[in-house]
C-alpha cells in the first residue's frame, strides 16, 4: 500500500512538472509576460515544426507548442494576443540595405524641421529631364543637382541622358546623374570639376573621352573625380540621426526586427551608435564597414597602402569590441567591380557592344575597382584578425576575382570554411563558381530586386546560357549556399516604389515565382520554395552573422523577435504572398508595431 502511495504522488507530481514543458522538452522559467495562441506558429527550426502557441517573458522565447500547454505558462498578469488563427514567423531580417542613407536622401530641412521629401520615379528621359529643370529653378545657380541611382536599365530609353541633354535642362548648375557604377555629368559640372581635355584618370574607374581628349561627361566607377567640385555633398550629423530614426519606424511596419547595413564609414557608424546609447535604436542593426581602398590606395608605393589599410582596420577594432545584440559590427567590405546596370559589373566574356550601356569595344568586360593586390591584402587581414569579409561583386569576372583571393587566403593565411566570408550581389555567378564557393563555406549575399527590376533587360540583351548565371536562386540553393536575402534599398521610403523595393512579401513572391515585373518569368534556374525564400529572410541572415543561435527561428531560449501576418505564407494562393500584411512586430518581447490585431 505504501509504495503505490509513493508511485501516485510521484504521478501527480509528474504530471504538473510536465505541464511546465514546452515542445522542447525542457523546463519552462514561467509565468510569461505574453501569450500568443490559437495561431499558426512557423517556427523555421530544423524540422519546420508549426505550432499553435508561442510564449514570452522579458526579451526571451520561454515556450513554443500547443495551446493548452502554452497557456500553463500564463499567469493573472500575463497577456494574451488570440491570433484567431493567424500566422507567425521569426522577425525578418534584411540581409542587405542602405537604410541611412535611403532615408537622408529623401529628406530636407523645412521650417518643419527634417522631413520627408518626394522625389519622383523616374521611368523615362524626359521624367529625368523634368526633374533636373525643377531642380534648377528651385536652387541658387551653381548649386548641385543630383539625380541619383536612376539606372538606364530601368528606363524606357534604354540608355542614359547625354551630357547635352542635362546641359539644356540646367546649363548654370552642376548635375550628376548617379546610376551606381556609372552615369553623366554635364558641363558645368565638368568645369566645377576641373576637368578638361585629357583628364587625369582617377585610382579607380574611367572619366571617357572622345577621340579628340574630351570628356564625355560619361563616368564609369570614377566618382571620386568629382570630389574637388564639393560632391558628394555633406550631410549633417543630426539631419542623419533624425533620417535613420524615421526609417526605422518605416521598416518594422514590414516586419522587419533586425538589419544588415551594408556600407557603413565611420561617421555612419556614430550616428549609431549615438541612437543607440538614448535607447533609440529599434531594430538590432548589423553593421559592415567600408574599406575606403580608393582614398587609402597609394600608387606605387603597396608598403605604404599597406600601413595605411592596416591603420584603418585598427581604428575600426573597438567597434567590433563593442559589439552586442542590438548593434553589432563584425564585417569588413571593399568594391571589386561596378555593376550590372551601367555595365560596370566585371565579365568574364565580354559584354559585347551595348547601346544601353554606351559600350563601343566589342571586349570590353567592365571595371574592377579595387586592385586584385588590395583586395588581397583586405581579405588576409580580415582572416588573420578574425573578422569577416565580404566584397560588392555582381560580374562573373568579379565573382572570379573574389573567389582567388578567397582560395589564396585559404591556403596562405588560415582555413575560410566556417568564417562564413561572403560574396555580396553575385548577379552573375557560374555553376563552376557555386562550387568552389560552397567549398570556402561563402555566402552569398543576395537581392531579389535584380532580378525583379533588372531581369527583363538582362534577358533581351544578353545570350540565353548567361542569364541562366543570372541570379541562379535555385543553383545556389542547390549547390550547397547559403543564401542570405536582402534588397539593396538605397532612397526613398516606399517599399514598393524605393530604389531598389524592400518589400519583403514581394521579395517572396519573386523568388517563388521567380516572376519580373513586366509578370515574366527567366525560367526554374531562379525559383527556390516557400520555405527556402523564408529562410533566406529568417534563419539564413542570423547564420550570416553567427548568430542562428539568438534569432532567426522561434525556439525557446531565442530572442523574443516575432511578426503576425495578414495571411498564412506557406499555404494561401502565391499571388497572395506579395499581397501579405504585418499585423504585429514584435522585438524583444515588446510590441512596436500593431495594426488591427
Same mark, same amino acid.
Given at each position: 500500500m505504501k509504495y503505490k502511495f509513493y508511485i501516485l504522488m510521484l504521478i501527480v507530481i509528474l504530471s504538473a512538472w510536465m505541464g511546465m514543458i514546452d515542445c522542447s522538452g525542457s523546463k519552462s522559467a514561467g509565468p510569461a509576460d505574453m501569450v500568443l495562441v490559437n495561431g499558426k506558429i512557423v517556427t523555421v527550426d530544423n524540422d519546420w515544426s508549426i505550432a499553435e502557441a508561442v510564449a514570452v517573458k522579458g526579451r526571451r522565447i520561454i515556450g513554443v507548442g500547443s495551446d493548452r500547454a502554452m497557456k500553463k505558462l500564463a499567469a493573472s498578469g500575463t497577456r494574451v494576443i488570440d491570433l484567431k488563427g493567424r500566422c507567425v514567423l521569426?522577425?525578418?531580417?534584411?540581409g542587405h540595405n542602405h537604410m541611412l542613407s535611403a532615408a537622408w536622401r529623401a529628406m530636407e530641412r523645412t521650417d518643419d524641421g527634417f522631413v520627408r521629401k518626394e522625389i519622383p520615379s523616374m521611368n523615362t528621359i524626359a521624367d529625368v529631364l523634368s526633374y533636373v529643370e525643377s531642380e534648377a529653378r528651385r536652387l541658387p545657380e551653381g548649386e548641385w543637382i543630383e539625380v541619383l541611382r536612376v539606372f538606364p536599365t530601368r528606363l524606357v530609353e534604354r540608355r542614359m541622358p547625354t551630357r547635352e541633354?542635362?546641359?539644356r535642362a540646367a546649363p548654370n548648375h552642376p548635375v550628376v546623374f548617379h546610376g551606381g557604377g556609372g552615369g553623366v555629368i554635364n558641363s558645368a559640372a565638368l568645369r566645377k570639376c576641373k576637368i578638361g581635355r585629357y583628364p587625369q584618370q582617377p585610382k579607380t574607374g574611367t572619366l571617357v573621352v572622345d577621340a579628340d581628349g574630351y570628356p564625355t561627361g560619361l563616368i564609369r566607377s570614377a566618382w571620386s573625380a568629382l570630389e574637388p567640385g564639393g560632391w558628394p555633398l555633406p550631410v549633417a550629423f543630426e539631419d542623419k540621426l533624425a533620417a535613420l530614426q524615421e526609417i526605422q519606424r518605416q521598416y518594422i511596419k514590414y516586419g522587419f526586427t533586425s538589419t544588415f547595413e551594408r556600407a557603413c564609414s565611420i561617421e555612419d557608424y556614430q550616428v549609431y551608435q549615438t541612437l543607440y546609447d538614448k535607447d533609440q535604436l529599434i531594430m538590432r542593426s548589423n553593421l559592415t564597414m567600408m574599406i575606403p581602398t580608393d582614398r587609402l590606395l597609394v600608387k606605387n608605393d603597396p608598403e605604404k597602402t599597406r600601413r595605411k589599410i592596416q591603420s584603418y582596420i585598427d581604428d575600426l577594432e573597438p567597434f567590433r569590441a563593442a559589439s552586442d545584440e542590438v548593434l553589432k559590427v563584425n564585417t569588413l567590405k571593399v568594391f571589386t567591380d561596378g555593376g550590372i546596370l551601367t555595365g560596370t559589373a566585371l565579365m568574364r566574356k565580354p559584354w559585347g557592344i551595348q547601346q544601353i550601356y554606351q559600350i563601343t569595344d566589342p571586349d570590353y568586360r567592365g571595371i574592377q575597382r579595387t586592385p586584385t593586390d588590395v583586395i588581397q591584402l583586405v581579405v588576409d587581414e580580415a582572416n588573420r584578425r578574425?573578422?569577416?569579409?565580404?566584397?560588392?561583386?555582381a560580374g562573373d569576372g568579379g565573382v572570379e576575382v573574389l573567389l582567388d583571393a578567397y582560395q589564396v587566403s585559404n591556403d596562405s593565411v588560415g582555413e575560410l570554411n566556417g568564417r562564413r566570408f561572403q560574396i555580396t550581389h553575385g548577379d552573375f555567378f557560374g555553376i563552376d563558381q557555386i562550387a568552389r564557393a560552397g567549398r570556402l563555406g561563402v555566402i552569398?549575399?543576395?537581392?531579389?530586386?535584380? !532580378?525583379?527590376?533588372?531581369?527583363?533587360?538582362?534577358?533581351? @540583351? $544578353?545570350?540565353? /546560357?548567361?542569364?541562366?548565371?543570372?541570379?541562379?536562386f535555385r543553383a545556389w540553393v542547390e549547390g550547397g549556399l547559403v543564401v542570405a536575402g536582402g534588397s539593396d534599398h538605397m532612397i526613398n521610403f516606399d517599399p514598393i516604389k524605393s530604389i531598389n523595393c524592400y518589400h519583403p512579401f514581394l521579395g517572396i513572391w519573386c523568388m517563388v515565382t521567380g516572376k519580373m515585373r513586366n509578370g515574366e518569368s527567366l525560367g526554374p534556374a531562379h525559383q527556390v520554395s516557400r520555405e527556402q525564400a523564408l529562410k533566406m529572410y529568417t534563419i539564413n541572415n542570423a547564420y550570416m552573422s553567427f548568430e542562428e543561435d539568438l534569432k532567426g527561428s522561434i525556439e525557446k531560449g531565442k !530572442?523574443?523577435?516575432?511578426?503576425?501576418?495578414?495571411?498564412? @505564407? $506557406?499555404?494561401? /494562393?502565391?499571388?497572395?504572398?506579395?499581397?501579405?500584411r504585418v499585423l504585429l512586430t514584435m522585438i524583444d518581447g515588446r510590441v512596436v508595431y500593431r495594426d488591427s490585431i
Open positions: 521569426p522577425g525578418l531580417i534584411e541633354e542635362l546641359d578574425g573578422w569577416q569579409f565580404t566584397s560588392h561583386a552569398a549575399d543576395a537581392q531579389w530586386a535584380w !532580378l525583379y527590376l533588372d531581369g527583363p533587360m538582362i534577358s533581351e @540583351i $544578353l545570350e540565353p /546560357e548567361r542569364v541562366d548565371d543570372f541570379m541562379p !530572442l523574443a523577435d516575432l511578426v503576425v501576418l495578414s495571411d498564412d @505564407i $506557406l499555404a494561401c /494562393e502565391v499571388d497572395r504572398i506579395r499581397q501579405i
